[in-house]
C-alpha cells in the first residue's frame, strides 16, 4: 500500500469519527436543553400556582379587612357591602383567568420551543452524519486512482483481441 493512499484512507477515518462524535454531541445538546426547557415549564407551573394563591389571600385579606370595618362601624351587611365583595369577587376571577392564560401560553411556548430545539439538534447530526458519509465518498473517489491495477483493468480494450495477449505470434520475430 502506497503511503499516500494510506494516508488518505487515515484521514477519512479521523473524519470520519470526528463527524460521528459530532453528531452524537448534537443529539445530546439538544436533549439538555430540552430538558433545561422542561423544567422552566415546572417553573412556569410553580409561579403561576404560587401567583393564584398570592390573589385568592389578597381577595380573602380584602373580604376580612371589609367585615371588620363593618363590625367596627355597627353597619349591617347590604347591598352596598354586597356589591363591593361581588366586585372584588369578579376582579379575582378575571385576574386569576388572564394569569391561567398566560401561563398556558407561556406553557406552549415553552413546549415549542423544546421540539424546535430537539428537531435542530437532529437535523445537525443528519448532517454530520451525510458529512461522514461524504468523506468516505470523496475518499473512495480520491482513492480508486491509488489502487494497484488488476490484471482486467490493465487490458487495453482497444485492441483487435480485446486486450488479451495474443500469445500466438509471441517469440516467432
Known amino acids: 500500500m502506497s503511503p499516500t493512499l494510506f494516508l488518505t484512507l487515515a484521514s477519512t ?21 430540552a430538558r433545561q426547557f ?22 380573602n385579606v380584602f373580604q376580612n379587612v371589609n367585615e371588620s370595618i363593618l363590625g367596627t362601624t355597627g353597619r349591617d351587611y ?11 369577587k369578579k376582579d379575582a376571577l378575571t385576574d386569576v383567568s388572564r394569569m391561567g392564560v398566560d401561563t398556558a401560553m407561556k406553557l406552549g411556548q415553552t413546549s415549542l420551543q423544546k421540539s424546535l430545539t430537539l428537531l435542530q439538534a437532529q437535523n445537525r447530526a443528519n448532517a454530520y452524519r451525510y458529512q461522514a458519509l461524504s468523506s468516505i465518498m470523496s475518499t473512495a473517489i480520491k482513492a480508486q486512482p491509488m489502487l494497484p491495477k488488476s490484471p482486467t483493468t490493465a487490458l487495453d480494450t482497444s485492441s483487435p483481441t480485446g486486450g488479451i495477449p495474443d500469445y500466438r505470434y509471441s517469440g516467432l520475430d
Open 78 to 88: 347590604d347591598r352596598s357591602y354586597s356589591k363591593i365583595i361581588d366586585k372584588a
Open 38 to 59: 422542561d423544567q422552566q415549564g415546572k417553573n412556569i407551573k410553580f409561579t403561576a400556582l404560587q401567583n393564584h394563591n398570592q390573589r385568592m389571600r389578597n381577595l
Open 13 to 33: 477515518v479521523v473524519s470520519t469519527k470526528m463527524n460521528l462524535d459530532a453528531a452524537n454531541a448534537a443529539k445530546a445538546q439538544g436533549k439538555l436543553q
